[in-house]
């Protein structure tokens, strides 16, 4: 099974079609260190997909768009540790979310997108495997 490609994740989603190559490669090659075969199996490409999106749409709110000229990685990442996405559009598509989450968010990232939400529940419903109920 291959990892997923830049080709592939934007079929899947084209609203970050405006996004840089380096942006979407540098996180795909993140997906692929990260997410491990053994607990995504055949979901590894929806796996990496969503990390992916999850971690573009919180660049694309803190910034505001795609700015080359954004600060390096470090600042980078400071401002999405302090950042919270409430709200995200593209295109025609938009959704907005309750701030009541803000502390929860401020624990855990991947909180603060609905691609991250995604991300985590099928994470946790791969790593937790079957449960059966007697």
Do not use: Y
């Not at 079609?17 to 795909?28: M, N, R």
């Not at 000229?69 to 600042?75: C, H, T, V, Y």
Request: hydrophobic share 45%; charged share 20%.
């Amino acid at each position: 099974m291959e990892h997923l490609t830049k080709d592939e994740f934007l079929e899947w989603f084209p609203m970050f079609g405006d996004a840089p190559d380096s942006a979407i490669d540098s996180l795909l090659d993140l997906a692929q260190v990260e997410l491990g075969r053994c607990i995504w199996g055949r979901r590894l490409k929806w796996g990496q997909a969503l990390f992916v999106a999850h971690w573009l749409a919180l660049r694309k709110s803190l910034f505001g768009g795609w700015d080359e000229e954004s600060p390096d990685a470090a600042l980078w990442l400071q401002g999405v540790l302090q950042s919270t996405v409430t709200s995200f559009s593209a295109g025609s598509v938009s959704w907005s979310k309750d701030s009541a989450m803000v502390k929860e968010q401020a624990k855990n990232p991947f909180l603060r997108t609905n691609f991250g939400q995604e991300f985590m529940a099928l994470r946790d419903q791969l790593a937790t495997g079957l449960v059966m109920v007697t």
